[in-house]
């Protein structure tokens, strides 16, 4: 079967990449995505200055998933546009995802990004931080729309939004509601991360990271259903923008469900953590089974053709 894809049109050798965070903070990580067989690839979100992040432990695998507060430790701004610069487009699509600590510093980013002259395609990643004591930008959606309306005026160029996962159908409505306002957004990564979650050692009756008590960011498996659910839902409401799926795969098969339910390309973030880029000639592998024992020639034979009862 034919797995090469398509996306802002740009050929792509097959529709996976990796989720941001994962396997891309440091240039050997990004040397290894950029050699590995995935389609694309995109950069550990970035903040204007570097920053260290949480203290250790910060992220946890468990039988289902991970958990993760990592703090956004990345290397800054300048050393990720660095990158891009000097990455090969030829051999694959490079993504860069920016999550500013303020609106000023995203603004500062995408002015510059705006500037530079590389194919590189932005992911804005909406859990960044709001005011302190605010709900992250992706749960308060004035502050959404006010943050999308400042950077697309501020960015001649196609984007994407990176969004954390809603659970009511009203969410879904208003967020797309407010997505479907910006021509500009061209594409949509549902999901981050389901936030704030308490993983609990029963042994030790310890919680198993060190910041925030505990509370990170859950993925994995776990968060296969909402993931699903998000991408069907936005590539339901948002028909002219390409839905990315995010969240809780480990197989070929998730990777078959995510392109079911609407993805146009699909990320890898926990199983990419665990397994290292090696994973990805392996999904392709099960994915090109699954197409083969169902007849599909092509990706587009299947892709969002989700059926309901
Ligand atoms: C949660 C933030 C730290 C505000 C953004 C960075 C981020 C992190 C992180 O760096 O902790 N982890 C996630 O699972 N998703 C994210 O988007």
Redesign the pocket.
Known sequence: PDLRTEFLDLPLANPLMNAS?VWCSVASQLEALAECAAGAMVTK?CTLAQRD?NPEPRYRATPWGSI??????NEGFPYYLNYARCHDYERKPLFMSL?GLTLDDNLTMVAELREAVTPVIMEL?L???NVPGKA?VGYDFEAMDTFIHEIADAYDRPFGV?LPPYFDIAHFDEAAAILNAYPQIAFVTCI??IGNGLVIDPVSETVVIRPKDGFG?I?GDFVLPTALANVNAFFRRCPDKKIIGCGGVRSGEQVFLHLLAGAALVQVGTQLFEEGPLIFPRLLEELQAIMTAKGYDRITDFQGKLKTL
Not at 68 to 73: A, F, H, Q, R, V
């Open positions: 965070g979100s992040g993760n507060s990592m703090g956004l430790p999550a990643n859990s960044c931080p992250q990176k981050n991360s960011g993925g």
